[in-house]
């Protein structure tokens, strides 16, 4: 397709469990964002990417967060030892470059146990 | 760290009004985005502007980079335009995520 593509769109598991969360881009788009929006919060920021490489990696919440891209197109987010905390929707977004538009998946909605 | 606040947080209106809710920030930004996102959590982008106006429809955004504000309005209100509208800001030279006012709750009745 066209747009933004995440999956899953829900998972939920149990406290301590691991998940992946992937992303796929826009073809062309060399920079991906990944938000988190929990219940009754605002969006914040998690990571960016431009290309393969992690610039700004400050809005990861804690150690048990990472996330990679390769080939400067699909990106996984890895949370380890879920905690409920993490219960949220994990939206990825992507753009030609960095101050241009960013165009949103529909997100992962993920809730711990 | 650069605020956003966004006002007001709840608006229900009647078709037909004219609707403006407003963005404030508080550091300079490199642009300011305007997103919508309907029940369900989809997010569209409706609008990219660093200055001036933009228009699409019947959405418009303003910029006052001086005054750090912006605002959005909605011209002859739908019902089907009732989602949450999120400001939003990039302010660029190493903070290239997106922050995030907390979103205006926009109810249109018929």
């Known amino acids: 397709g066209a747009g933004v593509s995440q999956s899953p769109s829900n998972k939920v598991t149990e406290k301590g469990k691991d998940v992946e969360l992937r992303c796929d881009p826009i073809s062309g788009h060399t920079a991906l964002y990944w938000y988190r929006q929990s219940l009754g919060q605002g969006l914040e920021f998690l990571i960016y990417f431009q290309g393969n490489s992690a610039p700004d990696k400050s809005g990861l919440p804690s150690d048990r967060f990472s996330a990679e891209r390769t080939g400067e197109s699909v990106s996984t987010l890895t949370i380890q030892r879920t905690q409920q905390e993490d219960s949220a929707v994990y939206l990825c977004?992507?753009?030609?470059?960095?101050?241009?538009?960013?165009?949103f998946g529909d997100g992962t909605r993920l809730s711990i146990l | 760290k650069n605020e956003v606040e966004q006002s007001p947080q709840n608006l229900t209106a009647q078709e037909g009004e004219f609707i403006t809710i407003n963005c404030s920030y508080s550091?300079?930004?490199?642009?300011l985005h305007w997103l919508q996102q309907h029940p369900g959590g989809g997010i569209v982008s409706l609008f990219m502007?660093?200055?001036g106006k933009k228009k699409h429809g019947r959405l418009i955004a303003t910029i006052n980079i001086q005054e750090k504000h912006s605002s959005l309005h909605i011209t002859a209100s739908h019902p089907r335009d009732s989602a949450v509208y999120i400001c939003a800001v990039y302010s660029g030279g190493g903070a290239d995520g997106l922050t995030f006012g907390k979103g205006t709750h926009l109810i249109i009745q018929p």
């Open positions: 502007l660093s200055s």
């Open positions: 550091v300079g930004i490199s642009a």
């Open positions: 977004a992507s753009s030609r470059g960095t101050g241009q538009p960013q165009h």
